[in-house]
């Protein structure tokens, strides 16, 4: 089963609010990727972090790998309409397996 | 580049009838991958191939079969269809398995009913 617990599950915002997911592992992760689904669309890739205390930004969006890889978070600045869509993240364990958080749902009131 | 592609993009099967999807990408990856996506349970990988000619149990393999004859195609194959197996399919592939390399393409999606 699913090693990586995502919360929250679901989330609803105003727009122009902020948003966070995060991501916690039981074990070490070795990377760990966050892709972005688009209702009715596909998953697609956003970012990788792969060391310690690392620390991404892309425009509104900054990602954030923990000390100790095992969590990681997402947080969105500012939410506009395009942001709407699950969040999910997929961690590495080891040389091979992945781990996939559940997603969090993001939804928002224009 | 077409990327991964997926056929076909919807299906309605009867209970006990099969069926096979399949999946093409034309970016050389190594590494292919099969997934199911049911609401409120997140992807979950079915099989999964580190290279041409093999394939490997992920963690819901019961029910389906694959096979990766061809480096860009990757087949899924359902014998006898039940209703429990009604889902949107996603087919994904990676350059390698290694850390830098890892980065999934996903295709569109197969939403597959069973009645």
């Known amino acids: 089963g699913q090693q990586v617990m995502q919360i929250p599950q679901y989330q609803h915002v105003q727009e122009g609010e902020d948003f966070t997911t995060y991501c916690n592992s039981s074990t070490t992760l070795s990377n760990i990727q966050w892709y972005k689904q688009r209702p009715g669309g596909h998953p697609v890739f956003l970012i990788q972090?792969?060391?310690?205390?690392e620390v991404k930004k892309q425009k509104r969006l900054t990602f954030q790998f923990g000390e100790a890889k095992k969590n990681s978070s997402l947080h969105i600045t500012a939410t506009q309409t395009t942001d709407v869509g699950t969040y999910f993240c997929v961690g590495r364990q080891g040389a091979q397996k992945l781990v996939f958080g559940q997603g969090t749902r993001l939804t928002i009131n224009p | 580049n077409a990327g991964v592609t997926q056929t076909p993009k919807f299906r309605v099967l009867k209970t006990g009838q099969s069926m096979t999807l399949l999946c093409a990408q034309d970016m050389n990856h190594e590494y292919m991958y099969w997934y199911r996506q049911d609401p409120g349970m997140g992807l979950r990988l079915i099989h999964y191939s580190v290279g041409e000619g093999t394939t490997a149990k992920g963690e819901v393999p019961d029910g389906y079969n694959v096979s990766r004859l061809k480096k860009q195609n990757f087949l899924l194959g359902l014998e006898s269809a039940a209703p429990s197996q009604t889902s949107v399919y996603f087919c994904a592939s990676s350059y390698s398995g290694q850390l830098s390399t890892d980065t999934q393409y996903f295709g569109p999606g197969t939403r597959l009913t069973v009645l």
């Open positions: 972090l792969v060391k310690s205390g």
